[in-house]
C-alpha cells in the first residue's frame, strides 16, 4: 500500500536499525579461482600430453620452419597465459582497480564512467567472475576470484 509523505521525520525508534558495512579501503585476492585455476591445467595438461603423443606420427623432415614457428607460437602463448592465470591478482586499493597480467592493467575508480559486473554464482568455476570497466572509449577487465574481491566489485556497482 503506497501512503503520502508524512509532515514529520519518523522518531529514531521507527527508523531502520539496518547497518551497512563500509567497503574496505583495500581488498587483494587471486584473479582467478582455485577452480579455474584446476581446469587451465587439466587442459595444458591434456595438450601437452596429446601433443606429445602426436609428436610421435610428425614426419618431421616435411614439417617446414614456419609450420615450426606456428606450432611454436602457440605453445608459448598457451604457456604464458596458463602461467599468468595461476599468478594473476586483483587488488582494490588508495582509489584504484590493478590487476597483474602481462601487463598491469589499472584504472582510477573515479574515472570509471561505467561498469558491469558479471558473475554467475553457480558457473563461476567455469565463468570467472569479472568486473568490466570503461573508462571513456578503453574498456578494462578485471576478474575476481576470491569472494572479498567480488562483494567489493558489487558494491562498487551498487555505489557504495
Not at 80 to 90: C, D, E, N, Q
Not at 102 to 113: E, F, G, H, S
Not at 124 to 129: D, M
Request: proline letters at 6%; hydrophobic letters at 50%.
Amino acid at each position: 500500500m503506497l501512503s503520502s509523505e508524512t509532515d514529520s521525520a519518523p522518531s529514531p525508534s521507527e527508523q531502520s536499525t539496518e547497518i551497512i558495512q563500509p567497503l574496505p579501503l583495500e581488498v587483494e585476492g587471486p584473479a582467478f579461482t582455485v577452480l579455474i585455476k584446476v581446469l587451465a591445467s587439466v587442459l595444458v595438461g591434456a595438450l601437452i600430453y596429446w601433443g606429445a603423443r602426436a609428436a610421435r606420427l610428425v614426419v618431421w623432415q616435411e614439417f617446414s620452419l614456419s609450420a615450426a614457428c606456428v606450432w611454436g607460437a602457440a605453445l608459448v602463448i598457451i604457456l604464458v597465459v596458463y602461467y599468468w592465470i595461476l599468478k594473476s591478482r586483483t587488488s582494490i586499493k588508495q582509489g584504484m582497480i590493478e590487476q597483474t597480467w602481462l601487463w598491469k592493467k589499472q584504472v582510477r575508480i573515479a574515472d570509471i564512467r561505467q561498469a558491469k559486473f558479471i558473475y554467475f554464482p553457480y558457473l563461476s568455476w567455469l565463468i570467472a567472475p569479472r568486473l568490466i570497466v570503461r573508462t571513456g572509449p578503453v574498456m578494462t577487465v578485471f576478474y575476481a576470484g576470491h569472494p572479498a574481491l567480488q562483494q567489493a566489485f558489487a558494491a562498487l556497482m551498487l555505489g557504495r
